[in-house]
């Protein structure tokens, strides 16, 4: 049986956006930044791990906090992907 591929959901609270992307991915680029400066602070936080679909409908739950929480359209959240 082959296993399903793993992705992470990601925050950045700088720029007001989620991302998903592949965790492998994920991992090797945060092993690439600690390997070039360890005490650099990084933007991205991992909120959930799972299928696509399933980070998918992670970010659109917490859209919903999100816009109830934003008076200013402006501040609104996006996406990156």
């Known amino acids: 049986m082959k296993q399903k591929e793993k992705f ?4 950045s609270p700088s720029q007001q956006c989620f991302h998903i992307q592949l965790l492998e991915l ?21 909120l959930f791990i799972g299928t696509y679909r399933e980070c998918e409908l992670v970010a659109r739950h917490n859209e919903k906090k999100l ?4 008076q200013d359209p402006e501040e609104a959240f996006r996406w990156t992907h």
């Open 67 to 70: 816009a109830a929480k934003t």
């Open 8 to 11: 992470v959901l990601e925050w």
């Open 26 to 46: 994920a991992l090797e680029a945060n092993r690439k930044r600690f390997n070039v400066r360890h005490d650099a602070t990084y933007d991205w936080s991992p």
